[in-house]
């Protein structure tokens, strides 16, 4: 079956950098699209970035448009999140997910993810 295990998350403080990866095994990786989502305490998960099965059509959201760049590499099952300038108002539980069905665009919407992890904590000190 489908696994995504993140790694990454840490303890940080405001203004530095992190790098999230998430490892997929299961079935065929490269032919998916995939996200990062993330969950504060006390509020829903919403839409952080996606990325196409081609990896050409990318998505931000608008709080983290220009600070983070979503990656993936598909030789090593693999799919990051390069978090820059990192603020309080950044931490979370950071999800990756991945799509139910293969050739997929860039999507923003859970609902077209089947797949999640287990996900991993981000925590910015101001």
């Known amino acids: 079956q489908v696994q995504l295990v993140e790694s990454g998350g840490g303890l940080v403080q405001a203004g530095v950098s992190l790098r999230l990866s998430c490892i997929a095994s299961?079935?065929?990786?490269?032919?998916?699209?995939l996200a990062w989502f993330r969950q504060a305490p006390g509020k829903e998960r919403e839409f952080v970035a996606a990325?196409?099965?081609?990896?050409?059509?990318?998505e931000y959201a608008d709080s983290v448009n220009g600070r983070f760049t979503i990656a993936r590499d598909n030789a090593k099952n693999t799919m990051y999140l390069q978090m820059n300038s990192l603020k309080p108002e950044d931490t979370a539980v950071y999800y990756c997910?991945?799509?139910?069905?293969?050739?997929?665009?860039?999507?923003?919407?859970?609902?077209?993810?089947?797949?999640w992890g287990q996900g991993t904590q981000v925590t910015v000190s101001s």
């Open positions: 997910a991945e799509r139910k069905n293969p050739y997929g665009d860039s999507s923003r919407l859970s609902y077209d993810y089947d797949y």
């Open positions: 299961g079935r065929t990786f490269s032919i998916y699209g």
């Open positions: 990325i196409s099965w081609t990896g050409r059509s990318i």
